[in-house]
Each structure stands twice: as C-alpha cells, then as structure tokens.
C-alpha cells in the first residue's frame, strides 16, 4: 500500500464571518489511528470536511502526498468518508445504493459489495429500500460505503452513532482490520473510554483550535 500524509499548514477556515478553524497546523501519516475528541461546535467535523476536500480553508493550505487541495487536485484520491449522518438515496436499496457508488470505481464487482455488507452485519439480499432502514441499519451502510474499494485514508465522523453493541463490535474489527494494513485512520468519538481504545494519537479541539495532542503509544 503507498504511504499517504496530509498536512494543514496554518489552516484557518470562516464560515459568514465566523471563524470555524483556527490556525490549524497537523501532519497526519498511515499507519496510525488519529482521534479528535471535543464537545458539539469546537470544529471537529469541519477539520474533516477540510481534510477530505468538502470544503477548501480560507488561509493557510491542506497538502495531500504532496498536492495542495483545492489547487492540485480536489479531494484526495483513495478516501473513504463518513461524515456527520449518511446519505443515500431512499428509494434504492442498501445493495443498490453501494452499487451506485461502485460505479464511480474501476474493478469493483458484486462480490466486494457483498463482502463489506456482510463485514458491517447487513444482508445483500435484504430489498428493503434506504428510507426503511431503522438509524442503526443507516449507519451500518454508511460505514460500508466508506470501506468499499479499500481506501488507503479513512474518516470516521462519530461511527457509533445509532450503533447497537453488536454494530459496534462490528466497527470495532473493521478499525483493528484496517488499522493492520496501515492505513490512514482518522476517528471522532464521545465516547471518551471507545476514542482511547481507538486512538494512537488524539487532538483535542476547542474553539476551533487544536488545543493539546497526546500520543498515547
């Protein structure tokens, strides 16, 4: 798999006149699973809507293997995303739905689809449409939307939520699974016991601002 960094360099983002990041400055590497931890509004799914290209910073610049998003290129390349609720289309169903964002990839077949249904605990079979699925059902396919076609960057804005505890039993494998190929992992969590376990590197926000990182091994 090839080594992937991303860097904000002095990274500041405003949003209506309103200072959503501020001076942000990271380097992020495979092989390690980042935290984020923080309360509602200290900017933690706006770093990673950042990160991942959603949104470009208004100073400063997010520099992916090199490039300079927004610029160089406009997301990086090999990123599964979830962040805040999933959305798919309601009137399709799960397997449909991850058949349609497969489309935008080269050399995925039905069986990768089945595969990561089955690893976040949903049945390939099931005809139900989207709008039917209960939360949980709804966040299971989110997280299999972000491993389908093996990314080497994964994001993971509050994966537990809705979640049972044999959903998060289920994330819990797929993290330690993808956390063995040596990707590049970023996890926000409020589960403060659950981000530790995750974690090797966590940031807390506050504000907008990065205001301590502990590596804890």
């Not at 599964?80 to 798919?88: D, I, M, R, S, T």
Request: net charge neutral; with cysteine.
């Amino acid at each position: 798999m090839k080594e992937r960094k991303i860097e904000l360099k002095n990274v500041t983002k405003i949003i209506k006149g309103k200072k959503v990041l501020d001076k942000i400055s990271l380097e992020l590497l495979s092989g390690t699973v980042y935290g984020i931890r923080g309360i509602n509004g200290s900017g933690k799914t706006m770093l990673m809507r950042l990160i991942s290209g959603l949104i470009y910073p208004t100073e400063g610049s997010v520099v992916v293997d090199g490039k300079i998003l927004g610029k160089e290129v406009d997301f990086p390349k090999k990123l599964g995303l979830l962040v805040e609720y999933p959305a798919f289309l309601e009137d399709d169903t799960g397997r449909k739905n991850l058949e349609w964002l497969a489309s935008l990839q080269e050399n995925m077949g039905e069986e990768e689809i089945e595969n990561v249904m089955r690893k976040v605990g949903l049945d390939p079979k099931d005809k139900r449409k989207y709008r039917k699925y209960s939360l949980g059902m709804k966040q299971r396919l989110g997280l299999a939307a972000v491993i389908l076609g093996n990314p080497d960057i994964l994001i993971f804005d509050e994966p537990l939520n809705a979640l049972d505890k044999e959903g998060i039993a289920l994330f819990d494998t797929i993290l330690q699974e993808e956390k063995r190929k040596g990707k590049l992992i970023l996890v926000s969590c409020h589960d403060k016991e659950k981000l530790e376990e995750y974690a090797e590197v966590i940031f807390t926000m506050e504000e907008g601002r990065i205001v301590s990182e502990e590596k804890r091994r």
